[in-house]
């Protein structure tokens, strides 16, 4: 707003204030509406909008669970947040040949849908003046060094947050993310692959880097001075309200779950859940459905979780607009959409948000041998209550 415009706001206020509340007629009936006022919704408008909302849910969950059907995935669930309500359901099986159902509550790995989460926490350290996106993380993390034309300290925090630092995706093929269980696994990775080379000049270009949320996810750790999932717990996912998520997997396991199935020499197999430090920040998180649902909502105006400059922030695209803080951006007539999916062995998941329209649909499935399963419902969504596709 320009100063112009507040001060007529103030003004407008001030009137209000001395001519005290509108009163009714000499009859005692209430006054009329002034002229362009905008009619409030009666309760009638507000149920049929709610009746509406749920019908289109309703037909999102037939068009899951038919879907889920014709692949033979076990079982998914549907989260979609529009007009101040949050619809969520699960449809199919926990695990392939058991009975017990997907809920709205069941909790899936949601693999790189971490990747945003990590990036809002660090986002949140930020906005309470912690650290600065223009900061290198090798200040604090003096163990990050490579090898080559390009040294490590050239990086900055937002190169790794929007992936184009030119930080290696992985080490080499013999490094697995879950071969060191012990809580100092970044640290040690990173003490460990020093003669590793950045793939190009930072901020030159965009590279996917599942390493480089590792990296974020230490910086995290020093910054907060608790470890990684202590410090994204009490900055995000706790103020948000997502209480079945958790980046343990062994928490996970003794919740409402969903089992991964995926096909290994021609069959379904299926194995427990199982996450290292090493992982958490760019792929360890549990969530549901309705956790995810109330993680969109930190990205809407006022979410009380984020301050709306720094939604603003992260919602700003970088690399010519495709790319935000941890997220994927388009346009759309409804506003910027962000995104972000997860694929992990045996589970698959989209996320969608319209922050401006305050909308958003969160879709798990627990196989992943039918890929666009969750980017279909999801992008269906889009279309059903906005009218729009990405």
């Known amino acids: 707003m320009t100063r112009i415009g507040s001060l007529r706001s103030v003004a407008l206020l001030s009137v209000a204030v001395a001519c005290g509340p509108a009163v009714g007629g000499p009859d005692g009936s209430p006054p009329a509406p002034s002229p362009g006022a905008p009619r409030q919704p009666s309760p009638a408008d507000t149920s049929s909008a709610k009746e509406a ?3 289109r849910f309703a037909a999102l969950r037939d068009a899951l669970a038919a879907r889920l059907a014709s692949s033979g995935t076990p079982g998914g669930a549907l989260a979609v947040v529009t007009d101040g309500e949050l619809f969520a359901d699960g ?8 009975s017990e159902p997907v809920t709205r509550d069941t909790v899936f790995s949601v693999a790189s849908v971490s990747k945003p989460v990590t990036a809002t926490a660090l986002m949140s350290l930020v906005q309470d003046g912690h650290w600065s996106l223009a900061a290198h993380p090798t200040t604090l993390i003096p163990e990050l060094v490579v090898s080559g034309p390009w040294p490590a300290s050239a990086m900055t925090t937002e190169q790794m947050l929007t992936h184009s630092s030119g930080y290696p995706n992985y080490a080499d093929e013999t490094y697995s993310p879950f071969s060191d269980p012990s809580p100092n696994a970044i640290s040690s990775y990173l003490l460990q692959y020093q003669d590793l ?6 901020g030159s270009q965009f590279t996917y880097s599942n390493f480089g949320y590792a990296v974020l996810g230490l910086l995290v750790e020093r910054l907060g001075q608790a470890p990684y999932a202590q410090v994204v717990d009490d900055r995000v996912l706790s103020p948000a309200g997502m209480t079945t998520a958790t980046f343990s997997h062994l928490e996970a396991q003794a919740r409402d779950h969903a089992a991964p199935h995926m096909v290994v020499d021609g069959a379904v197999q299926t194995y427990p859940l199982y996450s290292t430090p090493f992982f958490e920040p760019f792929g ?3 969530a549901s459905v309705v956790d995810l649902a109330k993680f969109a909502r930190v990205l809407f105006p006022m979410s009380g979780v984020l301050e709306d400059a720094t939604t603003a922030d992260m919602l700003s695209g970088r690399l010519g607009g495709f790319m935000g803080l941890g997220l994927f951006l388009e346009p759309s007539p409804a ?3 962000a995104s972000h999916s997860g694929s992990m062995g045996g589970f698959l998941t989209s996320l969608y948000v319209v922050p401006s329209a305050r909308f ?3 879709v798990c499935i627990n196989a992943d041998w039918d890929e666009s399963t969750t980017e279909e419902i999801a992008t269906q969504a889009l279309a059903s209550y906005l009218g729009v596709q990405p």
């Open 284 to 286: 360890g998180l549990y």
């Open 91 to 98: 449809v199919g099986v926990r695990r392939q040949g058991q």
């Open 360 to 362: 958003a649909v969160a």
């Open 335 to 337: 506003g910027v959409i």
């Open 53 to 55: 909302a749920t019908a």
């Open 197 to 202: 080379q950045l793939d190009f000049e930072p």
